[in-house]
């Protein structure tokens, strides 16, 4: 191959490879706004529970952080 072939290829690599990046930004942003939606979800649910639990006998909940997900 020539050098002029060879950036050519490079570059369309490149380009094609700055795309399939971006679709993967794409998914990892749908992926965490679909996360925190679940996690408000729980946390509604855990406090609806607690309010109809008995005064004093709510269980102490913890919620997920980012670093146990990942």
């Known amino acids: 191959m020539t050098t002029e072939e060879l950036i050519l290829n490079f570059s369309t690599q490149a380009k094609d490879l700055m795309k399939e990046i971006a679709d993967y930004e794409q998914k990892l942003a749908n992926a965490k706004e679909r996360y ?11 406090i609806l529970q607690d309010q ?5 006998e709510a269980p102490e909940r913890e919620l997920l952080t980012e670093a146990e997900v990942a």
Not at 36 to 46: D, F, H, P, S
């Open 52 to 56: 109809n639990e008995p005064d004093g």
């Open 36 to 46: 925190l939606k679940l996690q408000g979800a729980v946390e509604g649910l855990n």
